[in-house]
């Protein structure tokens, strides 16, 4: 039987696979998912079946549904009532046959369709009337961020009340299993029903999405597109459809052969309750903490936890682990809590076993919160794998170019229980080590992100991370300085200047 310590581990990226190969990773949208095939990798290499699998920053659930799907215990923890939903929704998926769902699609089209293309002729008037017979979301205010300030208003009243005459039929249906089936194919129905949904340009007006997930915040439309409700919930509950028979397969595999025992367990826990909860429980952890202020995962999920009526409580929204958002947290409490958040991890993890942490941001004090609170805790970095050039630029990355970090670095650890204290130096040249990175590319071609993550690891290794301070635009400066410049097209840095640019770097300061 393999040891855990003797595991060699993966010190090579893994090619992302796009998210068409699982299909119900694709039946409800949500933030920063990890691709599946790299997951599911590192489960396989660093775990036996029937091992514990812990991610404690679950999201939609990649970590636990892949370990459920492999024969392991996966468990799936986010403070966020929406990733609950999807994850549970997903895994929800296993139980009851493709007949019972497409039976219970042809009651309700019986009960609503016939209904809800009547709601889109409606006049406001009549519109107010049946809004009296129907149960409607709270009227909260929004984050100070979006467009509109309260909740109703991102929607048109039609929308509004088609929305609510079709999660009016499924709350009816039984058992709770079906009910919940329906429901992730209705939750991603509102992710297209309303007015922060933008099409895609030269594409069928149902192509497109949210604002919410492209510059994440609540923006409204400037030209709204009203998807017809019943159609759209239709094609939703397809996709509903296609991720259940995939599973059902991919159990039915695991009978046949292996045999199935996987397990999945769920917890909305802030990290440090979890922590409490599950000590000395996991056999591996494979988790990706937010990065920083970009996403405030709570604030933008209340589009769905509203409706869902799941919405946070005030203590959970303090918890999050975030700068800014609607309660303004401040940085320093986010760096603190990373550094406790990855010690919480450790507590849950049993002795001799790994650890994953991706993450990714400009700012090398989150890395030495993340790799110092490790290595207090006798947990010993054994590989710093950049994971770059994923098959979909986001758009922030298309936009920003050479400012915006893609990808991610995935840091693993092994907890043998050695602590080490790291040295503490201020001799770091970062001009220096990116020459030093630069000058030992093979080809043409480096990936920003890769540089910069090479030097963080290196400034670690020599206890200098502290005295780190880059700005991006020093970064860019020192690249190009030696000769190298960016290509927006690919999406990295390339060997030689760029046309008009020798001459800024012409003086002696740059030689
Ligand atoms: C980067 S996302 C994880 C995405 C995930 N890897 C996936 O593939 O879907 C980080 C998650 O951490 C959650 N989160 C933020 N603060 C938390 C806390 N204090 N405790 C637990 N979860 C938290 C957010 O709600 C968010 O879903």
């Not at 499924?170 to 209705?186: C, E, T, V, Y």
């Not at 979890?274 to 996991?282: C, I, M, N």
Request: charged share 25%.
């Amino acid at each position: 039987m393999m040891s855990y310590p003797k595991i060699a581990p993966i010190d090579v990226p893994i090619p992302a696979e796009r998210q068409s190969a699982r299909r119900h990773y694709g039946v409800h949208p949500y933030f920063t998912r990890r691709p599946h095939n790299v997951v599911r990798s590192y489960i396989l290499r660093y775990t036996r079946e029937k091992d514990v699998v812990v991610d404690p920053f679950g999201g939609s659930g990649v970590t636990a549904i892949e370990a459920w799907l492999e024969n392991r215990v996966g468990v799936q923890n986010d403070i966020n009532p929406l990733a609950n939903f999807i994850a549970e929704g997903v895994v929800n998926l296993s139980r009851g046959s493709i007949r019972d769902y497409t039976k219970a699609l042809s009651a309700l089209r019986e009960r609503c369709e016939r209904k809800l293309l009547a709601v889109e002729r409606m006049s406001p008037a009549e519109l107010e009337v049946l809004r009296q017979d129907l149960k409607m979301p709270r009227n909260i205010r929004l984050p100070r961020s979006s467009d509109v300030l309260f909740y109703h208003e991102l929607f048109s009243p039609h929308q509004l009340a088609s929305l609510a005459l079709l999660k009016d039929a499924i709350d009816g249906i039984s058992p709770s299993w079906l009910r919940r089936g329906m429901l992730l194919a209705w939750s991603a129905t509102l992710a297209k029903v309303n007015k922060t949904f933008l099409s895609a340009e030269g594409r069928a007006e149902s192509r497109g999405g949210s604002s919410i997930f492209s510059i994440y915040r609540y923006k409204v439309a400037k030209m709204p597109v009203e998807l017809p409700v019943w159609q759209t919930f239709e094609e939703r509950f397809s996709n509903v459809i296609a991720a259940k028979a995939e599973i059902d397969k991919t159990i039915e595999v695991k009978q046949r052969t292996t045999g199935w025992y996987g397990k999945f367990e769920s917890y909305a826990e802030d990290i440090d309750a979890l922590a409490r909860r599950l000590k000395s429980q996991a056999d591996y952890i494979f988790t990706d903490p937010p990065y920083g202020g970009h996403i405030s995962y709570l604030d933008l999920s209340t589009l769905w936890n509203c409706w869902l009526d799941q919405m946070p409580s005030d203590s959970a929204r303090g918890r999050e682990l975030i700068v800014g958002g609607e309660l303004a947290i401040q940085e320093s409490s986010y760096v603190r809590r990373l550094g406790d958040a990855v010690t919480g991890c450790l507590s849950m993890l049993k002795k001799d076993r790994w650890m994953s942490v991706v993450f990714q941001h400009w700012n090398p004090a989150y890395f030495e919160a993340i790799l110092s609170s490790a290595a207090s805790e006798g947990a010993e970095l054994r590989t710093a794998i950049s994971q770059i050039g994923d098959p979909i630029w986001s758009m922030h990355k298309k936009k920003g170019s050479e400012s915006v970090l893609a990808g991610e670095m995935i840091l693993t650890f092994i907890k043998s229980g050695r602590r080490t204290l790291t040295p503490v130096s201020n001799d770091f040249d970062v001009s220096d080590a990116v020459k030093r990175v630069l000058s030992e590319v093979e080809g043409n071609e480096i990936y920003g992100e890769l540089l910069f993550n090479k030097i963080i690891i290196a400034a670690w290794r020599e206890g200098a991370i502290r005295s780190l301070g880059i700005a991006k635009s020093d970064f860019i400066h020192l690249i190009k300085k030696n000769g190298w410049h960016y290509d927006a097209s690919r999406h990295c840095w390339a060997r030689g200047l760029a046309r008009g640019e020798a001459s800024l770097f012409a003086d002696a300061e740059y030689q």
